[in-house]
């Protein structure tokens, strides 16, 4: 039996949250045995976060800026080639010391907001008659998402299709308008439009294009006139827990998968060979990208005008059939 039957069998047993929650055990721990570890040197060190302040401020992030945020606190955690004095902490508080960081960057006046979707599977998710539930599902999104979004002071999404968590001035009012966005999670009522449409900006924090989620926005604000089909024929009906505590269904379209590992950063690179839309920063062994969401919206508009997708076979990474 294959090692992904096997997990997908375990997974069945124990049910989809515990199984995620063992995963985030096991990411601790081993992250946290990692710090006793004499041999940390041969994957890196942690990223002072003074360092990682000053490539965001570079990069043109400061006060009052809103900012949708993708970040890899791994990538961070391992970036740096020598020892720099924080070989003894862990993932989890170097994940919050970041935060306390961006919030700090930002000011009052600013919004963050990260993804923190909980659904791995979202066709079998609504099929087995799950429940989404804002208050307690865990991000899949990485650590520094998952300790934003336990903070006391930040506002989440009840919309269990990429769910988002945001803290700051526009935090309340994107986060409630999101529940609207239906039958298209991505539509012009969700956070995503909205920070395209307020002047915000996205910041790749160690983390790749392959994890930018705004590349999906036309996607869904553009389905009628998209270069090719994407979306099963009939949304699929979501369970979730709205602000009230009650159990609600949330019908939405669901992508027919078609993503090949590498095609978001191909057409990345299209984008800013044609565009120049992003603006990059070195950092140890990883890198800080940011850009304008407007901008980059406006150039993924134009190539669909153009009959240009991200999913297009030219953007497959050779050696991908």
Known sequence: MKLDKIKGLIKKIIGRKNWYRAGLVYDCL????????????????????????????????GKGDRLVM??????LFEAAREDTGLSQTNIVNYSRDIIEMLLDLIGPEGTLMM?????SNLKAFALDGEVFDYRKDYSRRGWISEMFRRRPDVCRS?????????WGKDAAEMMESHEKSTPFTMDENSPWFRMTCIGGKTVLLGATFEQNS??????????AVFPRPIFYHLPFNFKYINRQGKEKVMPSMVQVNDYVEGMPTCFSLYLQSKYNLFKI????????????????YRAMVKEIEAGVCWYDSRFRPRGEA
């Open 281 to 296: 920063k070195e950092l140890h062994r990883t890198q800080i990208t940011a850009y304008d969401c407007a901008e980059f």
């Open 115 to 119: 993804n923190t979707d909980s659904i």
């Open 70 to 75: 993708h970040s890899s606190a791994k990538n």
């Open 214 to 223: 705004l590349l999906h926005l036309p996607e869904y604000t553009h389905a």
């Open 158 to 166: 009840v919309h269990p299709f990429y769910n988002v968590t945001a």
């Open 30 to 61: 081993f992250s946290l045995a990692r710090t006793f570890d004499n041999k940390t040197s041969d994957k890196g060190f942690p990223v002072p976060v003074e360092e990682i302040r000053a490539a965001l401020v570079c990069l043109g992030i």
